[in-house]
């Protein structure tokens, strides 16, 4: 459900249909066939027309996995500057010649002097509203939230939940437990033999991610989104439709059918998370 309505971007569907069109032809020619875990044809569609619309001089790309959207950028804003940030960059097919890659997060790098127009992709799994204070203490107005997972979905805080006042209660295994508090005691015993090891906390909150529910943060992203938008699905979406009630609505779809796109499978049409554009105030 789209929050901010009042205040749309005016992007129409003749637009995006005109573009959908030259799309499926560029995604044919994707480095990586197979991207499962990464971005899909819905939301490399969405963030291909934002790109188009904004023309960020510079992109801060925090996800990369496999490097999908990093040859997204790169075909569609060849001149644009590019920053793309993993804290595992082992898991790359495709590697930019052009790209600036860095395993530092993004609130640890230096954006002292980026210029005006700077667009950050962020598609970490992090919570959004620690991103997007992050991005506006950093001067950055354009992001592009590649999963905005509504209540009960997801593995980590959204807007969606912000929005409906609703925390995130992190699931987890066994394992998990284990390996976190073996991670965490292995900090603690390192720095306990030399004083000069920082314990890094980074590694656990990324681990834990439990957030409580609150009333503020939707106060504050109201209060700081000047446009937000979430991106309508290429078409009608079978999983989002079967949830009742408006917390999984979703904008119109873009087409009926797929005979515009039947060189795209329906399992990779239907894989939408509700890829959201914001612009801050």
Request: glycine share 4%; proline share 5%; net charge positive.
């Amino acid at each position: 459900m789209n929050f901010f309505k009042k205040n749309p971007p005016a992007w129409s569907n003749k637009e995006m249909l005109i573009e959908l069109k030259k799309f499926n032809k560029i995604f044919e020619d994707r480095p990586i066939k197979n991207n499962k875990g990464g971005m899909s044809f819905p939301h490399m569609f969405a963030f291909y027309f934002i790109l188009k619309k904004i023309k960020p001089k510079f992109i801060v790309e925090r996800g990369v996995f496999k490097g999908q959207s990093t040859w997204l950028i790169e075909k569609i804003l060849p001149k644009s500057n590019l920053l793309s940030i993993d804290p595992n960059l082992e898991n790359r097919v495709y590697t930019s010649k052009k790209a600036k890659y860095s395993k530092i997060d993004f609130k640890y790098q230096d954006f002292s002097k980026i210029p005006k127009n700077t667009l950050v992709f962020f598609d970490d799994h992090q919570n959004h509203m620690d991103r997007l204070r992050q991005a506006k203490w950093f001067g950055i107005k354009h992001i592009v939230l590649e999963d905005n997972y509504p209540v009960s979905y997801g593995d980590f805080y959204t807007l969606k939940h912000a929005f409906n006042k609703n925390g995130y209660n992190h699931y987890l295994s066994f394992k998990n437990l284990l390996k976190t508090t073996f991670l965490f005691i292995t900090m603690i015993i390192k720095k306990k033999i030399d004083n000069g090891n920082l314990i890094k906390l980074d590694k656990i909150i990324s681990r834990l991610r439990d957030y409580p529910a609150n009333n503020h943060d939707f106060d504050s992203a109201k209060k700081n989104i000047n446009i937000y938008f979430e991106f309508p699905p290429i078409v009608k979406n079978k999983k989002w439709i079967k949830n009742k009630g408006n917390l999984y609505e979703t904008e119109k779809p873009i087409i009926k059918d797929n005979s515009l796109i039947n060189n795209v499978e329906e399992n990779e049409l239907q894989d939408f998370n509700f890829l959201t554009y914001i612009k801050l105030r």
